[in-house]
């Protein structure tokens, strides 16, 4: 079982940064997948980004490719969104989750693929 709590959500002006943070419980946390996805008003929930249990690799989705960092401390059990360069767009509720769905060569990256999810938290992007 894994409890996970988000923070860091706010009002932050077009081109600002923000960081977010996904607190993890569970003794099991370094043995999952993390990703981070985000739902805007009247849209579908989207994957964003998430990082491989070891934090060895991270994937991106096109839309914030060079703008969004992934990290984590396994020690810490913490999982963190570096959102830079913020766009209007990049407005939503934002959600990490976890995963130990395995395809060889894929990363989870849909909805279904995580077995855990936080309660989200509210990033506003003004132009």
């Known amino acids: 079982q894994v409890q996970l709590v988000e923070s860091g959500g706010g009002l932050v002006q077009a081109g600002g940064s923000l960081r977010l943070s996904c607190a993890a419980s569970g003794r099991t946390f370094s043995s999952y997948a993390m990703g981070w996805f985000r739902q805007a008003p009247g849209k579908e929930r989207e994957f964003v980004g998430g990082?491989?249990?070891?934090?060895?690799?991270?994937y991106y989705a096109d839309s914030v490719k060079g703008r969004f960092t992934i990290s984590r401390d396994n020690a810490k059990n913490m999982v963190y969104l570096q959102m830079n360069s913020l766009k209007p767009e990049d407005t939503a509720v934002y959600y990490c989750?976890?995963?130990?769905?395995?395809?060889?060569?894929?990363?989870?990256?849909?909805?279904?693929?995580?077995?855990?999810w936080g309660q989200g938290t509210q990033v506003t992007v003004s132009s």
């Open positions: 990082i491989s249990w070891s934090g060895g690799n991270t």
């Open positions: 989750a976890a995963s130990r769905t395995v395809v060889p060569g894929l990363f989870p990256s849909t909805f279904d693929e995580y077995e855990y």
